[in-house]
């Protein structure tokens, strides 16, 4: 069995990270695979970090990176691949509705179709309610339709991707990353593995409706110039609506008389119309502007505050040699 690092982000998951551990353990131990648990605290302000170092001192397996402050979900998957070692690396979250029982399937599935990447699509979503399901729905297809790479319906990040995919995205150098975009457009064979999610173990969804409209922008404007190609064919059509009014204006008080064109609901009506027309141009090229704002302050994506367990030749091993070991925040060892 290839070497395998399981990348878990965590941002306030104290209630369930023993569980997340013994779960992953019961999977990993009768099969003796060369395994890693690489958990990464995203900030986190309650007792997530104190956890970790105890599981860290009793299971040499697992390694943990903590972050300086909450820098977001994509930040910290970021961040755990930027750091793992192994052949493969599983990505799932810590709060256990992608089960990592399935994770050996998921491996087996890869050898089995030779896959660069296997990608968790979910059959249905448990203890999600029915605005989140159609708000999730609506997104991935929308996505789908604006974007000019195609990416799988119904999937997170849930999924695994082996040493290749690793390198090619660790060797991205943009910001704002959406990782499951990425991972479709670095192409390589890659397959769906469809499953059940479960309900949360504890606690409650770190994922905010502004966090999530954040993530759907991310990915929008990251893949796709459609947005701008819109807005364009919006303001085209928008100068056709008001030359053909002022036509007809113009043929109606040559026709009828003055009184016939007046009306001050018309004019209001086109006035918003054009108005609206042009805030939403400029809102989204105010995005794209704000895209390559970022990436031109050359900030890294993330700042690591420790870590445990993790070796200076690990991180060695990890970073990329452009970034002299810390170019983009990556990992500096400060084991305790």
């Known amino acids: 069995m290839r070497n395998l690092s399981i990348v878990i982000p965590c941002f306030n998951e104290a209630p369930v990270l023993r569980e997340t551990h013994r779960r992953l353990s019961a999977v990993f131990c009768p099969a003796g695979a060369p395994v890693e648990f690489l958990f990464v605290d995203d900030g986190s302000k309650d007792q997530t970090f104190a956890t970790l170092k105890e599981l860290a001192a009793a299971d040499p397996r697992v390694r943990v990176i903590r972050l300086s402050r909450n820098f977001g979900h994509q930040a910290a998957v970021a961040a755990g691949l930027r750091c793992c070692v192994g052949e493969v690396a599983a990505v799932i979250d810590a709060d256990l509705q992608d089960p990592p029982e399935l994770i050996p399937e998921m491996l087996e599935l890869m050898d089995r ?179 390559i704002f970022d990436e031109t302050k050359r900030r890294p994506d993330y700042v690591v505050a420790e870590t445990l367990n993790l070796s200076a030749e690990t991180v060695d091993l990890t970073m990329p040699a452009a970034c002299g070991g810390q170019g983009r925040g990556g990992c500096r060892d400060s084991s305790r």
């Open 113 to 291: 179709e030779q896959s660069s990447v296997v990608y968790g699509q979910r059959s249905s979503r448990r203890g999600d309610g029915f605005l989140k399901k159609l708000t999730a729905r609506t997104f991935y297809r929308l996505l789908n339709a604006m974007s000019d790479v195609k990416f799988p319906l119904d999937t997170g990040d849930f999924r695994l991707l082996d040493r290749r995919v690793i390198d090619v995205f660790n060797s991205l150098p943009e910001r704002n990353k959406y990782i499951r975009g990425l991972i479709s457009w670095i192409g390589f064979k890659q397959t769906a593995f469809r499953y059940a999610r479960n309900p949360r173990f504890a606690g409650k969804t770190k994922y905010r409706p502004s966090r999530m409209l954040k993530l759907a922008t991310d990915g929008l404007f990251s893949f796709s110039r459609k947005p701008l190609r819109l807005a364009v064919r919006t303001g085209l059509f928008s100068v056709v609506v008001a030359l053909a009014l002022a036509v007809w204006v113009v043929v109606i008080r040559l026709t009828a008389g003055s009184d016939t064109a007046a009306g001050w609901a018309s004019i209001v009506v086109v006035t918003v119309f054009l108005g609206g027309v042009q805030l939403l141009s400029i809102g989204v090229l105010g995005e794209y502007i704000g895209s």
